[in-house]
């Protein structure tokens, strides 16, 4: 069409196809409309046009994008924890939708260009947990986080001795009982934790799993039978292979049950499962996940307490030598984070490395993976995760 460009950069692209657009439509948002309709793949955008000034359009089909309401304008960012100082309130939209954003008016149209409703929510983050506080920074901070979000997570989940299988949501106790297998679906971190839970599963629950990374589940053609608990772990609800993985897993069988393991209630994953676990692990800042995956591994050892206790698989004594051991894990932890000094000194005879190998067996050989992920993402040193066998 005659555009010349100056980078290399899909959003270019992007400029560009509405600028074509506007040459054919009377308005900002007709413009957008019609311009996203030749796009494929993710995007989460905010548009602005001095042409139009004074508003924002903004789209999502795939990507995260939140609209912050405010008294004194309207925001929009990924993820709502970077609007906290300026507002609570916020609205999510659905996949598709095209929002006009004044500084007094949110107008939202679907994907088919109808003027919709998309409810406002107010959020239950407090800002000082964005807050860096006495850290040095965010990973030191969430580090010693974990304690706290683990009796987060377990809080009005268990009694004095056993687990509440209502914490899965008020289907949960049918859709366990009647499943045969389970299906892990998860990304990084997530996909490790999801590795441990396939030995417990198996060993405590008695149940058959299968633990697949979610990039490589959607990409292939996988055979799902009836009576598959189909399990999306993601911190954020909206890690986009795992989104799609569970849109493929519906369309291929539509009689499995979902549940998501997630710490965002307003996600994609938790609109698209037909349960929820909420981890209550709080935002998580630091490039590299740690409350997170202690999180998730809390809410998949009730999982399977849950599923086995249906099951007749797991008695009331392991049931209570269970959740004893989940009362006293934020206790453990602690102990361990007080020998941060120790662990530092560690640290100096091993800065000087340059290929690492992190050994395990069994269930620690989905720690180890996780070891050496965090090494890889952290320090850029090569790492390797093996079996210890």
């Not at 019609?34 to 999502?60: D, E, R």
């Not at 007094?104 to 860096?132: A, E």
Request: aromatic share 8%; with cysteine.
């Amino acid at each position: 069409k005659g555009y010349s460009f100056s980078s290399e950069t899909d959003t270019e692209v992007i400029a560009h196809a509405i600028d074509f657009a506007m040459k054919s439509c009377s308005t900002f948002i007709s413009s957008v409309q019609l311009a996203i309709k030749s796009f494929s793949g993710s995007y989460g955008l905010g548009i602005v046009s001095t042409k139009y000034p004074n508003q924002i359009i903004a789209t999502k089909k795939g990507s995260p994008l939140v609209i912050g309401v405010g008294k004194n304008g309207n925001y929009i960012a990924s993820d709502q924890i970077a609007l906290l100082s300026v507002t609570k309130k916020f609205i999510f939209l659905e996949e598709g939708d095209v929002a006009v954003l004044k500084i007094d008016q949110i107008t939202i149209y679907d994907q088919n260009g109808n003027l919709v409703d998309r409810p406002t929510k107010t959020s239950k983050l407090k800002k000082g947990q964005v807050d860096l506080g006495n850290y040095d920074h965010f990973m030191q901070k969430e580090i010693f986080e974990q304690p706290q979000a683990i009796r987060d997570t377990l809080e009005s989940r268990i009694t004095n001795d056993s687990v509440l299988i209502s914490s899965f949501g008020y289907k949960a106790e049918e859709k366990f009982k009647h499943a045969k297998r389970v299906q892990i679906i998860a990304c990084g971190t997530s996909y490790n934790a999801g590795l441990v839970a396939k030995y417990w599963l198996e060993d405590i629950a008695k149940i058959s799993c299968n633990v697949e990374v979610a990039s490589e589940y959607r990409y292939r053609h996988p055979i799902l039978l009836n009576g598959t608990l189909f399990v999306t772990l993601s911190q954020s609800g909206e890690t986009a292979d795992t989104v799609e993985a569970l849109k493929t897993a519906k369309i291929i069988n539509s009689n499995i049950s979902t549940l998501c393991i997630t710490n965002s209630d307003e996600s994609s994953l938790t609109r698209l499962s037909d349960l929820t676990f909420l981890t209550h692990a709080g935002p998580e800042i630091g490039v590299a996940s740690t409350k997170a995956f202690t999180s998730q591994l809390v809410s998949l050892a009730l999982l399977v307490c849950s599923i086995g206790k249906l099951k007749n698989t797991i008695n009331k004594d392991q049931e209570k030598r269970i959740v004893d051991g989940l009362k006293r894990l934020p206790g453990l932890i602690n102990d361990a984070l007080l020998q941060e000094m120790q662990i530092k000194k560690l640290a100096k005879r091993f800065k000087e490395t340059n290929r690492d190998l992190f050994l395990g067996r069994g269930t620690m050989h989905a720690i180890a993976m996780e070891g050496a992920l965090k090494l890889k993402e952290i320090s850029y040193i090569h790492a390797e995760a093996y079996p210890a066998g």
